[in-house]
């Protein structure tokens, strides 16, 4: 079908910095029976898509019900009409589930889009993976403040913004694993390679560069950005490029070798 995208597919393009918005449109009672969502996916009403498919002109969606039906394609329908390129994920949310695609709980979810996360400014390793993550995984949309380490709590507190990867708040170190695992399992976030990335960033941030080769490799990489950009954010968005590289290597890439010279 021109306008559905099986799941396997979809499932490919999920934590790419150019994966199309997925817009999950069940009914409340099928959201309240699971409320979990795709990775990077928000929440929409097919009630009021007249409202908010203009909003969405000229951008790339896949949508989701609970079976791939009645909703997905009438929902997908109208956003062509408004001037997006929808497609319609083949057997909904019950196909993915059934094709073994990873899920996000919702439990810990602050907000639909748009959270606000803070944290010490002059990130290297923790503070870098953890954005990667939500903004790929969680909310594309999420905001970061890097404020001065002693004012974090104060920031959180006025400005609404969730508090990450210091002392005594839910999202941090908890034994040897850093704020990045922590994250993982809250969000239930269970893939290969998120795990293979969580060992990489787990030893760079807490000096146990024995825990796989590239440890080292990724450290010496986000001490360099760290000393390359005076601005956090500007750290950030260059940080946000080597963690999509680092994941699609531990995807993709683990088993592949370079060697010099060519052998005819």
Known sequence: MPFSIPPAALGRRIGLPDCPLII????????????????????????????WAPGLRGQRAIISCQKGLKLSEGVAAWLRHAGAGARVLEGGFLGWIEAGQPLLRTEHLPVASGSVWVTRQRPKVDRIACPWLIRRFVDREAVFMFVAADQVAAVADRFGAIPFDIDGVFWSHRGETCTFDTMLDAFGLVTPALA???????????????????????????????????DDLAQLEAGLALYDAFHLWCRDAVEETHNWPTRA
């Open 24 to 51: 999950d449109v069940r009914t409340d009672e099928d959201w309240a029976a699971d409320p979990r969502l795709i990775p990077g996916s928000i929440r929409r009403s097919h009630l009021d898509v007249a409202a």
């Open 196 to 230: 293979r990335l969580a060992l990489l960033v787990r030893g760079a941030d807490t000096a146990r560069l024995d825990l796989a080769p590239q440890c080292a490799g990724l450290l010496a990489a986000s001490l360099g950005l760290s000393r390359l950009h005076a």
